[in-house]
């Protein structure tokens, strides 16, 4: 699976981003997808998952309520919107698939997108 991901930019606290992710390459809907970002001097965490098999979404704690994980199988994209954007959340953040109907681990993710810079302002 190819993963490139977009939708990245500056906005001030409070604001909101949507994040895209196009996937191609192989059957995207038998794969499960997820988000994680990475702050200098942390480790990559995870922000946000969605199952390929119900549909059914996860969050990490830090953006539960503000951010949504959404999916278009027929479009083979999965999207990131982002609400009341904390200065916090100031990160790259990578789309990636696994091919494990759950996980919020980073190194059960088979495929990984490029990244795309959130710059929040406060």
């Known amino acids: 699976v190819q993963l490139q991901a977009s939708g990245g930019g500056l906005v001030q606290a409070g604001g909101s981003l949507r994040l895209s992710c196009a996937a191609s390459?192989?059957?995207?809907?038998?794969?499960?997808m997820g988000w994680f970002r990475h702050a200098p001097g942390t480790e990559r965490e995870f922000v946000a998952g969605?199952?390929?098999?119900?549909?059914?979404?996860y969050y990490a704690d830090s953006v539960k309520g503000r951010f949504t994980i959404s999916r278009a199988n027929a479009e083979d994209t999965v999207s990131l919107q982002m609400n009341s954007l904390k200065p916090e959340d100031t990160a790259v953040y990578y789309c990636?698939?696994?091919?494990?109907?759950?996980?919020?681990?980073?190194?059960?993710?088979?495929?990984w997108g490029q990244g795309t810079q959130v710059t929040v302002s406060s």
């Open positions: 990636a698939a696994s091919s494990r109907l759950y996980s919020r681990n980073r190194y059960e993710f088979d495929y």
């Open positions: 390459g192989r059957t995207f809907s038998r794969y499960s």
């Open positions: 969605i199952n390929w098999s119900s549909g059914s979404t």
